[in-house]
């Protein structure tokens, strides 16, 4: 059984910089990629950022040059750093790890960019 646990979301204004983390815990296959998705009210799950074991990400390109994904394999932890948020990137994100076709989701937590 794999648990994802997240934490760093909560409410900054536009312009402002917020950092997730996700810690993976369970048996988990080496070989797996990590990352974020983001979810806004009445929209569908969407891709943010993922990252390989190997250590190759992925961006959605609404989030380009703003959005750095990154990850400890000694810790099984990701970690999103997000800069010059936008009141567009208000959302539940959620961590997730993809093992071949299996996926596993964290909780999600709350990023309000607001004034």
């Known amino acids: 059984q794999v648990q994802l646990v997240e934490s760093g979301g909560g409410l900054v204004q536009p312009g402002g910089s917020l950092r997730l983390s996700c810690a993976a815990s369970?048996?988990?296959?080496?070989?797996?990629?990590m990352g974020w998705y983001r979810q806004a009210p009445g929209k569908q799950r969407e891709l943010v950022a993922t990252i390989t074991s190997g250590g190759t990400p992925n961006y959605a390109d609404s989030v380009k040059g703003r959005f750095t994904v990154s990850r400890d394999n000694a810790k099984n932890t990701v970690y999103l750093q997000m800069n010059s948020l936008k009141p567009e990137d208000t959302a539940v994100y959620y961590c997730?790890?993809?093992?071949?076709?299996?996926?596993?989701w964290g909780q999600g937590t709350q990023v309000t960019v607001s004034s």
């Open positions: 369970g048996s988990i296959f080496s070989h797996n990629t």
């Open positions: 997730n790890l993809r093992v071949i076709i299996t996926n596993y």
